[in-house]
T-cell receptor, first 111, second 111 residues
């Protein structure tokens, strides 16, 4: 089992470019999450999907969109990247009140 | 959501010294989770506390949940260099599906 996988591992974008971060889990989790991590800010929730077919905003959703493609896959899209979106992005899978399993992260730089 | 504050932000200890990080909330928490993130890595679940006054131990790590369920602590006895990393507490949001993470305590252990 791969657990939670994320692609790409690293990405450099220019301001205004768009891209999609991919996340997949093989742990049969109903819920999936996208976080961003910035120095001194901890992990902040961008969007989550409590179950297939549903998505909800987290603490910092502006500038992002998500798609829960199926139970396994949850993608995060930046339509027009900005330097403020330079961050490390983590996807996680979980089940409500139970532990969350994190992917290895995507390190994104927006110039 | 149920916000949690963590202190201290940083802690530098000599190997063999003890370490404690604290997690506080102004509201009663349904549960509290603790995660560890090694430098350059992703958060990894350590434990979940649910009951008022609960104390759980994992080898040199002791986790406590306050009687009022508004605070929690993680204590490491006789730190080792392998304990280096950032420790996060996290509380379930009102939705029941997402977590609010504290900003973390970064632990540095020097031999």
């Amino acid at each position: 089992n791969a657990g939670v996988t994320q692609t790409p591992k690293f990405q450099v974008l220019k301001t205004g470019q768009s891209m999609t971060l991919q996340c997949a889990q093989d742990m049969n989790h109903n819920s999936m999450y996208w976080y961003r991590q910035d120095p001194g800010m901890g992990l902040r929730l961008i969007y989550y999907s409590a179950s297939e077919g549903t998505t909800d905003k987290g603490e910092v959703p502006n500038g992002y969109n998500v798609s829960r493609l199926n139970k396994r896959e949850f993608s995060l899209r930046l339509e027009s990247a900005a330097p403020s979106q330079t961050s490390v992005y983590f996807c996680a899978g979980g089940a409500g009140l139970l532990e969350q399993f994190f992917g290895p992260g995507t390190r994104l730089t927006v110039l | 959501g149920q916000q949690v504050m963590q202190i201290p932000q940083y802690q530098h200890v000599q190997e063999g010294e003890d370490f404690t990080t604290y997690c506080n909330s102004s509201t009663t928490l349904s549960n509290i989770q603790w995660y560890k993130q090694r430098p350059g890595g992703h958060p990894v679940f350590l434990i979940q506390l649910v009951k008022s006054g609960e104390v759980k131990k994992q080898k040199r790590l002791t986790f406590q949940f306050g009687e009022a369920k508004k605070n929690s602590s993680l204590h490491i006895t006789a730190t080792q260099t392998t304990d280096v990393g950032t420790y996060f507490c996290a509380a379930i949001t009102n939705s029941g599906y997402a977590l609010n993470f504290g900003k973390g305590t970064s632990l540095l252990v020097t031999p």
